[in-house]
């Protein structure tokens, strides 16, 4: 009888959820908690505190989200519950990665990792190494970033499912690109593009097109990649989605900077300096951006002040927009002038280290041609179903 309580405190927190009721919705889950702990029931339990959790985590109290998603793991281990433990672990881990706190949420993602592949269910394998992608693209590690995504994608591949893989495919995208592997980039994002085509979201095409667009700007097409960025900015209005908004706007400005187009690229420069979520990369780029707008306008003051903005001794760690610095300093150096060879050097390690790492985060053929080959089945799926909907419709 007392399950039974909590199951209909829960029915009533989804109806409060659905009515945009947060306070109450939270307020029937705590009930439904309170009933389920005291319960022999660790599956309910263990759902009921995740659900308080994640509505915690939603409301911004990461502390509380923090002990709930505690309390779930420990009652999922004494109930002999590895899914339910796993799953809390994980969540714990990406609440500590939305906090910034990167070597707590890789310790918890270990722990995660291992009680997957102990479960030997290969969904989640592929989630549990894909969350550990991030927290290596989050450290600015993009090497490590790839190595967990293939073995994400070795995992979700061989279970011949599609759900879940849209992101590690978005993902995999952006990796190939910062990782400077412009030619597998371009063919995949083909394929990604034709595949969104047929889903017809403007979100995930803006996406797309954002990678595009870095990846002809990491060739130098700035042309190109600024009506690509363009497309990019408009297919990301048409629901006001803000995913990767300071990356969109850095790359927006810097290739409409190097195109000729100053006063475009100032505009977006100055939107992501202002934007409080832009990360230290972000705007570094958007300074790099404005100093060549500022070049451009024959602005020697706004130039410099540009300039001064940026941290020599932080900017290599970023290898794009430490090419684009060191390309900027050398254009207005003297070739006669003492900095001018210490610039050059600068911008052939840099060179250098793109092309090391490029080499160094080649993804296995097998699984790159297994990828495209899924998404082809996709493709045709898609179609198929369109197909038989207009069918019949007449």
Known sequence: QSTQLGETHTLLSRAYGAL????????QVQQAVAIFVDSDDTAQAVDALMELAYLYKKSGDFQAAINTYEQAADRAQQGDDPVGQMMAINNLAATYLVMNDEDHAHQLLQQGLDLSLDIGEGRYIASAYSMMSQIYLQKNQPQKAIGQLQEALKYQLKSN????LNPKLMTL??????????QQASELLQRTQAYVEGLNQASPMAVVQ?????????QQQWQASAEKLQSAWQSSQVNNFSYQQ???LAYFALSHARSEQPI??????????ALDEAE???????????SWAYLLLDNPSQYQQALTEINEADINAWLFVAQQYWQLKLKTTAKTALSYDDYQSQLKEIFT??????????VDNTVLNNLKDKIQQLIVEINKSQTEELTEAD
Do not use: C, W
Request: charged share 15%; hydrophobic share 45%.
């Open 353 to 362: 280290a793109q092309q090391d790492l490029r080499v160094a985060s080649q």
């Open 173 to 182: 995208n952006y990796l190939l690109v910062v990782t400077f592997q412009s």
């Open 280 to 290: 230290a990369q972000q705007k570094a780029l958007a300074q790099v951006a404005l």
């Open 161 to 164: 499912s599609g759900r879940g």
């Open 210 to 218: 954002l990678y595009q667009g870095m990846n002809l700007a990491h």
């Open 264 to 273: 475009k690229a100032i505009e977006a420069a100055q939107k992501v300096l």
């Open 20 to 27: 945009g009721q947060v306070s109450k919705q939270t307020e």
């Open 246 to 248: 300071p990356l969109l």
